[in-house]
């Protein structure tokens, strides 16, 4: 490699090794020989002598969501573009899966863990996986994605601002005049879940019982409730749902029955998936600002794998986008 690019041995190891000070005529020598001799760097003997894998593992608990699957797609972009290659351990929920992946990852000497879900948004974290997690994250720097673990040494939480999103569409609502607002979707162990309803809670104090289903987090989940909520008493002017596709199912439910969104019931949901803009009508809902939780995700776990302390707690701004599944009462009245 070295004859062939007519520079030192020592100028290739500082190009493979990625180092910055590399003249950049003898840079492009040493990749245009690299391209010529069809050269591949060997990854596992780079991990012996650096003690670096140049991978990092991802955990969450459902790749089939869009939410995970928007978030994993920045995160892996942005891993790539720093150098690194993303390991996904899908739990589809489970938490047995869960731990296991979090050992097998630990295992396969990964720089780094990024933790979406399970753990991160467990409002009653089962004491032995918290052991374990505790355990792991002493020896290697975890961040949790949108969710956190208090108390186990995690390198940092990078979280959206759900709750000033939240906050964002309950104003929205009341602006445009709704008083009678119902909370659907969620579950009572998810801390997004319990934030989003304590705040829908302390807008809305005295609504009836049943205005608020708590039937989960999916679309089903979303025609579940609004099937009680038009099987129950007098009927809110709209609906605040925990996420897109709970507002989906919500909406299909509203449809068949002969309602009228938003003339007879506003709808919003949160995240802001491309299920928001594709049904009818495309709903109101909140995005995360996914390329940026990734890319502050990221840079606070490459400054713990560099051995740098980033910021424990972080918080990236959320963005309501409206579109028009809202509509004021009072018109329709």
């Known amino acids: 490699m070295a004859v062939r690019a007519q520079v030192s041995v020592a100028t290739v190891s500082r190009v493979l090794n990625g180092?910055?000070?590399?003249?950049e005529v003898l840079r492009e020598r040493v990749e245009q020989a690299m391209r010529e001799l069809r050269f591949r760097p060997n990854r596992i003997a780079q991990t012996l002598?650096?003690?670096?894998?140049?991978?990092?593992?991802?955990?969450?608990?459902?790749?089939?969501?869009?939410?995970?699957?928007?978030?994993?797609?920045?995160?892996?972009?942005?891993?790539?573009e720093r150098g690194y290659t993303m390991i996904?351990?899908?739990?589809?929920s489970t938490r047995d899966m869960e731990l296991t992946y979090l050992h097998a990852l630990t295992e396969r000497q990964v720089d780094g863990l990024l933790y979406l879900g399970g753990l991160a948004n467990d409002t009653h974290p089962d004491p032995e996986a918290l052991r374990t997690l505790h355990d792991i994250a002493e020896r290697l720097p975890i961040v949790a994605v949108n969710g956190d673990v208090p108390g186990?040494?995690?390198?940092?939480?990078?979280?959206?601002?759900?709750?000033?999103?939240?906050?964002?569409?309950?104003?929205l609502l009341h602006a445009r005049g709704h008083t009678r607002v119902a909370f659907l979707g969620g579950l009572p162990d998810v801390t997004t879940s319990v934030e989003k309803l304590d705040l829908y809670r302390t807008w809305h104090p005295t609504h009836p019982p049943d205005w608020v289903q708590l039937s989960g987090?999916?679309?089903?989940?979303?025609?579940?409730?609004?099937?009680?909520?038009?099987?129950?008493?007098?009927?809110?002017?709209?609906?605040?749902?925990?996420?897109?596709?709970?507002?989906?199912?919500?909406?299909?439910?509203?449809?068949?029955?002969?309602?009228?969104?938003?003339?007879?019931?506003?709808?919003?949901?949160?995240?802001?998936i491309f299920v928001a803009q594709v049904v009818t009508p495309p709903l109101?809902?909140?995005?995360?600002?996914?390329?940026?939780?990734?890319?502050?995700?990221?840079?606070?776990?490459?400054?713990?794998?560099?051995?740098?302390?980033?910021?424990?707690?972080?918080?990236v701004p959320t963005q309501l986008v409206e579109r028009d599944s809202v509509?004021?009462?009072?018109v329709h009245s």
Do not use: W
Request: charged share 15%; proline share 5%; aromatic share 4%.
């Open 19 to 23: 180092h910055s000070t590399v003249n």
């Open 49 to 80: 002598y650096h003690h670096r894998s140049k991978t990092i593992g991802c955990i969450l608990p459902d790749i089939g969501n869009p939410f995970f699957s928007q978030l994993f797609l920045q995160l892996e972009i942005g891993a790539f």
């Open 88 to 92: 996904l351990g899908n739990t589809v």
């Open 152 to 171: 186990a040494p995690l390198a940092a939480s990078v979280r959206a601002d759900e709750c000033g999103g939240t906050r964002a569409l309950l104003e």
């Open 217 to 272: 987090l999916t679309i089903n989940a979303g025609r579940a409730a609004m099937t009680a909520l038009l099987g129950s008493g007098p009927l809110p002017t709209a609906c605040l749902c925990v996420n897109d596709l709970v507002a989906a199912g919500a909406l299909a439910v509203a449809h068949e029955r002969g309602l009228n969104v938003p003339g007879d019931l506003s709808i919003v949901g949160f995240d802001d």
């Open 284 to 315: 109101t809902s909140v995005s995360h600002n996914y390329a940026e939780v990734a890319r502050q995700a990221l840079d606070a776990l490459l400054h713990a794998i560099e051995g740098q302390k980033p910021e424990r707690h972080i918080t």
């Open 327 to 330: 509509s004021s009462p009072l």
